[in-house]
């Protein structure tokens, strides 16, 4: 059953029509249910003056008629203008409330690198972490040593252990992480890793290969969901990297639990886009062959995924969302970079409204 939100079980009543129907031989209808959860994930969603807010409302209300159970955001919640701001605006916190709190029972948040204090390096983070983070539904306790980071933890949705990690605190995770693993494997229980900056990506490629990649998927889990790059990317499920930085993969969206690790970029919910490094000529910052090889599907639109799953399957679906043409803004990261002049964004030419765009179906063995 769901986490925190589990029927009561009537024993009794059960007792008897299972006697009712082993007496008179009626077979019930549905003498068992099986469970089922729906989450949906997103990331970037950039409520602020530096992103698209159209973009934002129109994730945030397709997300809303999906009915989910679970809220997974990956992080950077806000996206505000101001250099070292000192205080979070209140004005955030209750859009936050509003379109990312009351809509979802469950919610399992990711910290951005624009959601921590501002540092040099990012002048412009909000510092509104500390208020986002008791809006999550909190992390299972964790007895002993070692144990996750301050930004870390797990949940157990019965059918799925979560598994939040810190980027920008990295230490592998495999102490702690892997006994866990191990349990919930042994309870059959999917695994979906989250943290904030990817561990794969072709949009601004950054080498991980040799430590965050190998090191969570030498635990094999199941998904890893990640954000900060303003953009949906898949890869293949991948197995684990070698010395020398290839990738094993398997040409696969339908497959069997264990053939490998889906990576999957949701950058989506309202930030601005970026071009990919590749297609605007920043070549020293462009993905490799062999982890461009690997690459299922990329594209540049605003966007949303659905996660269902029950004991013998689990299905990603992720959803386009574009939006009418609006005055508030341009959806693109300084639109006047020449760069836009040969880079499309996938709804261009689209209708607006939400649609379909990638499916991932994982069964078990």
Request: net charge neutral.
């Amino acid at each position: 059953m769901l986490r925190r939100f589990q029927p009561y079980r009537h024993c009794l009543l059960s007792y008897f029509l299972a006697l009712i129907f082993s007496v008179t031989g009626i077979q019930p209808v549905a003498a068992h249910k099986e469970e089922q959860i729906k989450m949906v994930v997103v990331g970037d969603t950039g409520i602020g003056e530096r992103a698209y807010r159209p973009g934002f409302d129109a994730v945030v209300s397709a997300m809303r008629k999906e009915g989910a159970m679970v809220l997974l955001h990956l992080g950077d919640f806000v996206y505000q203008d101001r250099l070292f701001p000192d205080t979070c605006p209140h004005r955030y916190i209750n859009t936050i409330k509003q379109t990312l709190t009351a809509p979802f029972p469950v919610r399992v948040f990711v910290a951005g690198d624009n959601d921590l204090p501002p540092v040099k390096w990012k002048p412009k983070a909000s510092g509104c972490w500390d208020q986002i983070a008791p809006m999550a539904t909190p992390f299972d306790a964790f007895k002993g040593e070692p144990g996750p980071g301050p930004r870390e933890g797990v949940m157990n949705l019965e059918l799925a252990l979560m598994v939040v990690l810190d980027a920008y605190d990295w230490k592998d995770p495999a102490p702690w992480l892997a006994p866990l693993i191990e349990r919930a494997r042994a309870k059959h229980q999917w695994v979906i890793v989250a943290l904030h900056e990817p561990a794969l990506t072709t949009a601004w490629y950054v080498e991980k290969r040799q430590t965050v990649l190998k090191q969570i998927n030498a635990l094999s889990p199941d998904l890893v969901f990640a954000g900060n790059q303003h953009s949906y990317e898949r890869f293949y499920p991948l197995g684990v990297p070698d010395d020398y930085g290839n990738l094993p993969f398997v040409e696969k969206s339908d497959y069997l639990q264990g053939e490998g690790v889906t990576h999957i970029v949701a950058g989506g919910g309202g930030a601005t886009f970026k071009p990919f490094a590749d297609l605007s000529g920043r070549d020293k910052n462009a993905a490799p062959p062999e982890v461009k090889q690997a690459l299922a599907k990329r594209a540049l639109m605003f966007h949303y995924l659905t996660v269902e799953m029950d004991d013998h399957r689990l299905t990603v679906r992720t959803f386009r969302v574009c939006t009418p043409e609006s005055a508030e803004g341009n959806p693109r990261w300084r639109p006047k970079m020449k760069a836009w002049k040969t880079i499309p964004l996938e709804c261009d030419g689209q209708p607006p409204g939400v649609t379909l765009y990638d499916t991932v179906t994982i069964r078990n063995p």
